[in-house]
């Protein structure tokens, strides 16, 4: 089967002359979870950003289900949900409630559908109870929790997180967890990017590592985590007591 996700060549330039992509090319097969790690500043937000049409290729390619996202950016983003990195971003609603529901109001779906939608994203996530707070008024961790729920409400193919615990406290990450990674069992493609790799790496089939706006290591997590320390990724606890790669809560 092709890959769900292209990219081939993909440079960006910033228009202050920041080079953050370089030339990466990547392919992601459907239902696979990967782990993109890197610094401060390596890409990764810049990548995501290219993978559902937010940003468009300056030179080469990306590609959706086989499809160009510069001919159809509308598709990718239906296709590619994302989970920004700031949560306050992503707000687009007055309540909780209108802010989940926003997504499949402009699927046009009928009430009963959205209405559906909205439970199951916000149940997800647990925020129920909470439908009629602003947004605004949220905690952060609540706010991360509701940016999810919003594209858990869009049922995208791909699902991209930016740094998704991070402001989580260890109830909110464990739940965020969980509910990762029931997408993955449910056949979603997942796409996290992080750079505290202890929560999640247990999960993943791939590493990606980023360094520079550039592709450095690429492959099964026993092996990439052996030489990340040197791109600024802690390596999780579990492999720097010689243990492997262990699950973050047993
Ligand atoms: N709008 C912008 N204009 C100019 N430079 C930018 C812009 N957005 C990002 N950059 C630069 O591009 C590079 C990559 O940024 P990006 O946000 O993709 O990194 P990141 O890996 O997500 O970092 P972090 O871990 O801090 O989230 C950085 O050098 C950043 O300063
Ligand atoms: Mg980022």
Redesign the pocket.
């Known amino acids: 089967m092709a890959p769900i996700i292209q990219t081939h060549h993909l440079t960006h330039r ?3 002359g ?1 080079l ?1 992509l370089d030339a990466v090319s990547l392919d992601f097969n459907a239902g696979e979870l990967t782990v993109i790690a ?10 995501l950003r290219h993978l559902n049409g937010l940003l468009m290729a300056q030179s080469g390619d990306v590609r959706v289900c086989g499809r160009s996202v510069r001919d159809d950016p509308l598709a990718a983003r239906q296709a590619v949900g994302m989970v920004f ?1 700031d949560a306050d971003s992503q707000i687009v609603g007055e309540t909780v409630y209108d802010d989940t529901a926003f997504g499949p109001e402009n699927l046009g779906l009928d009430r009963e559908a959205i209405d559906r939608r909205v439970n199951q994203a916000l149940s997800a996530v647990d925020l129920v109870g909470l439908e009629n707070k602003r947004p605004h008024h949220l905690s952060g961790g609540q706010k991360r929790r509701l940016a999810i729920a919003g594209v858990l409400a869009m049922q995208p193919r791909v699902l991209l997180m ?2 998704p615990f991070s402001n989580l406290d260890f109830p909110a990450t464990c739940r965020v967890l969980e509910r990762i990674l029931d997408l993955h069992r449910q056949g979603h493609t997942i796409i996290i ?1 992080t ?1 505290d790799l202890e929560k999640v790496i247990a999960h993943a089939r791939r590493l990606v590592v ?1 360094a520079k ?1 550039r592709v450095v290591s690429d492959g099964i997590p026993e092996a990439v985590v052996a030489g990340i320390a040197q791109y600024g990724i802690r390596p999780p606890c579990s492999v720097q007591l010689g243990k492997g790669i262990q699950p973050w809560v047993s």
């Open positions: 910033f228009a202050d920041t953050a890197g610094a401060n500043g390596s890409g990764k937000t810049t990548l990195q930016d740094e990017t750079h980023m706006g």
